[in-house]
């Protein structure tokens, strides 16, 4: 399959804990989006990379969230001190240039359901 | 800033009805209009879509017409199946490369049958 797939699926965790998601784009992407989706919302910006440059950050993208994509591969977002807020689906997508970007086709994986008790 | 408003579901249809989801949209420029759709544990995938005033975007028995006047980029489908079931989601790009797209917050369609 040569899909973004993300890892873990599914995460639960208590207050306070560190937790690192993984996105694998599709390859050759150029970009590379991570997003939030809580109950009943639709995709939430948080930030994305144009190969391993990250080129915007959301406000809700707070200090304890960090994200890197290095050798412009592979993303990892890390969520440190986690809060019960925290709780949502994670979702990577990625595009394969700007041009694909212009027309709207971000790629998405699953998602990562992130669960803080 | 841009935003996109979707009716609020969930929406229940019984196989074949018509399918109805409306879109609204708030932006400067000349925006591209998106839906994608979220079937039952995958990922959002893109619907359709169409990049200027008066377009329609089609797939899948789906369309949608870009209406700049009434700023609205509605769903509609003839005859839906129980297939269909999913998550619908309205998204809008201002067309710059450098703006993430913006997301309605879902219209969830159930189809019986």
């Known amino acids: 399959d040569t899909g973004v797939s993300q890892d873990p699926r599914h995460k639960i965790t208590k207050r306070g804990q560190n937790v690192t998601f993984r996105c694998d784009p599709i390859s050759e992407h150029n970009r590379l989006y991570w997003y939030r989706q809580t109950l009943g919302q639709g995709p939430e910006f948080l930030t994305y990379?144009?190969?391993?440059?990250?080129?915007?950050k959301s406000r809700l993208l707070s200090d304890r969230f960090s994200a890197e994509r290095p050798k412009g591969s592979f993303s990892t977002l890390e969520i440190q001190r986690t809060e019960q807020g925290d709780s949502a689906m994670y979702l990577c997508?990625?595009?394969?240039?700007?041009?694909?970007?212009?027309?709207?086709?971000?790629?998405f994986g699953e998602g990562s359901r992130l669960t803080v008790l | 800033g841009n935003s996109v408003t979707q009716m609020e579901g969930p929406v229940t249809l019984s196989e074949e009805a018509f399918l109805t989801i409306n879109c609204t949209y708030t932006?400067?420029?000349?925006?591209?209009l998106f839906w994608y759709v979220q079937y039952p544990g995958e990922g959002l995938q893109l619907l359709l879509k169409?990049?200027?005033?008066?377009d329609k975007g089609s797939n899948k028995g789906f369309e949608a017409t870009y209406r700049k006047e009434t700023t609205s980029f509605h769903l509609e489908k003839g005859s839906v199946q129980v297939s269909d079931s999913a998550v619908y989601f309205c998204?809008?790009?201002?067309?710059?490369?450098?703006?993430?797209?913006?997301f309605g917050k879902g219209t969830r369609l159930s189809v019986i049958a």
């Open positions: 998204a809008l790009s201002d067309n710059s490369g450098n703006t993430p797209l913006v």
């Open positions: 169409a990049t200027k005033a008066d």
């Open positions: 997508a990625s595009s394969p240039s700007l041009a694909g970007v212009r027309t709207g086709e971000l790629f």
């Open positions: 932006a400067t420029g000349y925006p591209s």
């Open positions: 990379f144009q190969n391993e440059a990250q080129l915007e």
